[in-house]
């Protein structure tokens, strides 16, 4: 190094204005945060006009390596190469940095050294530093997504929403993304370096992070924790000891801060929508263009035989077995990217699920997997395609195993697996059925032609008897409310001429979304004789003392009738989910939010069982708003007794944005309730009087 005094006095790397051109300034407004593809500027102050011939520098350093990096080129190389541009005045620079377009994603470290002509460095800062992202607007990166209003709902947006349910019953949760909330986007490069791969080679790890098939593959291994140091563990029912029960989280940053601040230890518990909505805050921080999907009648198919089998005994008990089920919804996510891994045609939406169901490539991980691939029937496109098939497309065959052993098939469904599969608008807060990109319509050619491809066996409606089925089973309900008795209605119907004599069973039992039995609630046989062409209606009557006991935090009962007529028709079965809709909770934010100034939020409802409450917790939290907050309620709460808290805090970025609260307590789980704040900006005049 020369002895002359200092030439550089200050680099400046402009967060500021690049944070907005890049659209990162939600994450960071201090730390310099840019998308690869995209150039951006920085200024050197010097004590002096550089000595003639004297010339700038760049090296940059990825990541945790500090061996020689990356030399910034000064003109334009190819396009796999990272340049700059300089012009300046007197005492200052202004240096103007080119990024490739599929860059290594990550934190990078510059150093800037003043050369001199004979090539001797004179002069060196290197404790700049700054991160890369993917860039979905610039049409040169994989993740390049055209239009700008999904941009908007994919990368930018906050709040989301869940949907759940049943096929036939949907309702929704909001759910807070919150991946630009203070320091999500450390901790989503904190879950990378944890992974498997990083730990056992993180040279190897760190180039393969210009790849988004690569990183959002390690994602979805990442986000469950089997097997490695991932964020969630899973966990399918009660108790969940020494944890958050799943259905009670609203949002991913809680999550993913605890997970970081235990030392990359999982946090308990996720089930599959809370899965999904870690991913897919992580992917949109990242900046992959991501959205959350739910696929209704989702089927789990083990032996990858397309066919998802169901054993009951002679009591219509369920035969536990490990393998095969249907789930009343499935969650998982698409991230937009090309695939220049894969021939032709399967660019764009790829699915990819963090919830730990089976192992790919010796990994709990699936996807990314094109979703055309998924539709045109290409099973042997990379990642995990036949188990996505699968879980849209399988048929659902019931059997009774009979006390000697023997089965017998009394009911399949070709048509039921993949019903409304939906995602958030990205014009508000309503649901896209997204099921015709899956899928072709239901008993169309082409649908028959794809099943073919798939290897499935195409089933032609079987015709052993020439007359059709004599007797016919259906199940009828209201939409019930959690803690009121209700009927379900079974219905024989005699397509007949002659009169029909059959013993009915029927039976209501409590099941998780994912159809693990609770218990059984109500249980009642039937004689019955149905006249020629007329309808027989048995009552079922459930009361709140019995499937209150059993039921879970889902809320659900599952209703199945079986009809055996000895001598007449095969035994035929029907099944019914029933959701128990829940109270409405109340959330209310009065008067205008400005940033950093106190607001208070209202939040109430009533109980509406014929039980006291124990044990009631409100939790809440908003992107923007306020922190994973909880308040205790004091006492118990009484039948038909109303509930009201109220809680302060001051936003701390502006916009629209939700405030998301859960309810719960011993017999009353999972009451969701959103509001709406706009933070606007305080305007101050300049000349200011007293308050």
């Known amino acids: ?65 500090d061996k020689t990096g990356i030399k910034v080129q000064t003109e334009r190389g190819a396009g796999d190469k990272w340049w700059f541009t300089h012009q300046g005045a007197q005492d200052e620079m202004l240096l103007t940095l080119h990024s490739p377009a599929d860059a290594i994603i990550g934190q990078y470290h510059l150093g800037v050294l003043v050369m001199s002509p004979d090539g001797r460095i004179l002069e060196k800062i290197d404790q700049k530093s700054f991160h890369l992202l993917f860039n979905p607007w610039c049409k040169d990166d994989v993740v390049y997504l055209p239009d700008e209003s999904q941009l908007q709902e994919y990368v930018m947006n906050e709040d989301g929403v869940i949907f759940m ?37 993180s040279e190897r790890d760190l180039e393969l992070r210009s790849d988004p098939v690569y990183v959002s593959r390690m994602i979805t291994a990442m986000v469950n924790s089997n097997g490695d140091r991932g964020v969630l563990t899973g966990r399918w029912e009660e108790p969940y000891l020494e944890g958050m029960a799943p259905h009670r989280w609203a949002g991913s940053v809680p999550i993913l801060r605890q997970w970081s601040k235990a030392g990359a230890r999982a ?34 198919d083990v032996d990858g035989n397309l066919s998802v089998d169901f054993l009951l005994n002679e009591r219509l008990e369920s035969r536990r077995e490990k393998g095969d089920s249907s789930w009343n919804f499935h969650c998982w996510v698409e991230s937009w990217m090309r695939r220049d891994d894969l021939p032709k045609g399967n660019d764009g939406w790829q699915v990819l699920d963090p919830t730990p169901q089976e192992l790919s490539d010796g990994e709990f991980c699936c996807g990314p997997c094109p979703v055309t691939a998924i539709k045109e029937g290409n099973l042997g496109v ?18 009774i195993i009979k006390q000697d052993g023997q089965r017998q098939k009394i009911r399949v469904d070709q048509g039921s697996v993949g019903r409304n599969i939906s995602t958030k608008s990205v014009y508000g807060d309503f649901r896209d059925d997204v099921t015709l990109q899956y899928k072709y319509p239901e008993g169309s050619k082409k649908e028959r ?66 159809s693990l039995h609770r218990g059984e609630c109500q249980r009642q046989t039937a004689s019955v004789t149905v006249q020629a062409h007329k309808v027989h209606r048995e009552v079922l009557r459930l009361h709140y003392e019995d499937y209150g006991r059993c039921v879970s935090e889902h809320h659900l009962i599952r209703v199945k009738a079986l009809l055996e007529a000895p001598g007449e028709n095969e035994p035929i079965m029907a099944v019914a989910n029933i959701p128990l809709s829940m109270p409405e909770l109340l959330v209310q934010v009065p008067g205008k939010a400005f940033l950093w100034e106190q607001v208070t939020a209202y939040m109430s409802f009533t109980n509406p069982l014929p039980v006291p409450l124990k044990g009631g917790v409100f939790t809440v939290e908003g992107a923007g708003l306020l922190s994973h907050t909880e308040i205790r309620v004091k006492g118990d709460i ?22 998301l609260v859960d309810f719960d307590s011993d017999r009353l789980k999972d009451v969701k309730g959103v509001a709406t704040v706009v933070v606007r900006k305080k305007y101050t005049p300049l000349f200011t009087g007293f308050h």
Request: proline letters at 5%.
């Open 638 to 659: 009484s039948p038909g007794q109303k509930v009201s808290v109220k809680l302060s805090f001051s936003p701390v970025r502006t916009g629209v944005r939700k405030l």
């Open 449 to 514: 032609e794809v099943y073919e491809k798939a290897g499935r066996r195409v089933t032609e409606p079987t015709n052993e008897s020439a007359e059709p089925a004599q007797l016919q089973l259906s199940i009828k309900h209201t939409k019930p409310v959690f803690g009121t008795d209700f009927d379900v209605f079974v219905e024989v119907k005699n397509e007949g001429s002659r009169d029909a004599h059959a013993q009915l069973t029927m039976l209501a039992m409590a099941v998780t979304y994912n």
């Open 267 to 300: 946090v308990k518990y996720g089930q599959c929508w809370v899965f999904a909505g870690v991913a897919c805050s992580v992917l949109r921080c990242l900046g992959i263009p991501t959205r959350l999907i739910t696929n209704f009648n989702s089927a789990h």
């Open 382 to 399: 990379k990642y995990d395609a036949p188990f996505v098939f699968a879980e849209v497309n399988a048929d659902i065959v019931h059997w």
């Open 165 to 201: 349910g049943t096929w036939d019953y949907i309702n929704s949760i909001p759910w807070n993304y919150g991946q630009f909330e203070d320091f999500v986007m450390d901790i989503c490069f904190e879950v990378l370096d944890n992974s498997k791969d990083a730990l056992k080679n």
């Open 1 to 65: 190094m020369a002895n002359h005094k200092g030439l550089i006095v200050d680099v400046d790397l402009r967060s500021h204005e690049n944070n907005l051109f890049h659209r990162t300034r939600e994450i960071d407004r201090q730390r310099l945060i840019v998308r690869r593809g995209q150039p951006f500027s920085i200024t050197l102050q010097l004590s002096d006009s550089l000595p003639p011939k004297h010339h700038v520098e760049l090296v940059l350093n990825l990541g945790k390596r």
